[in-house]
């Protein structure tokens, strides 16, 4: 018989006010600005309950990042035009298929290495939103 290592469980870590200022351009890279704003977009764009507000922002253990709004127990209504999903999410869930939606969109208009960066964090967002409580209703979000 022969054991399967367990993956280890990813962890979301919200990151610290004094620490916020390295966040974006880690997430982002150089497109630290636009990425941000894309993020905000977004969340206008599939949520008619989203009206603005202060942002958590979170690290994942292995090396992927992504944004909330911070709206304590709050649920949002998600509507996703493209592909049919309707849904109400919680302010973390709906913040990682912002963030999904935004990463998606910068990489469509990054250049080189930075490309390679945004990807590579979408890659990771996603693979932590599988172990998400809410990972049925993400996938429907962005697929």
Known sequence: MSM?????????TLIPDAKRMNYLPATFGRYFMRGESLVYGWM??????????????YSLSNGGHYMAPKMGDSRLAV???????????SADAAGIVASLFALNQ????????AQDHLI?????LVEFATTHPESGAIRRAID
């Open 4 to 12: 399967q290592p367990v993956p280890e469980a990813i962890t979301a």
């Open 44 to 57: 206008r764009r599939l949520s008619k309950d989203y009206s603005g507000g202060f942002w958590h922002y």
């Open 79 to 89: 509507l996703v035009d493209g592909n049919g999903f309707e849904g109400n999410l």
């Open 106 to 113: 910068l990489t469509h208009e990054a250049k080189g290495e």
């Open 120 to 124: 590579e964090q979408y890659y990771k």
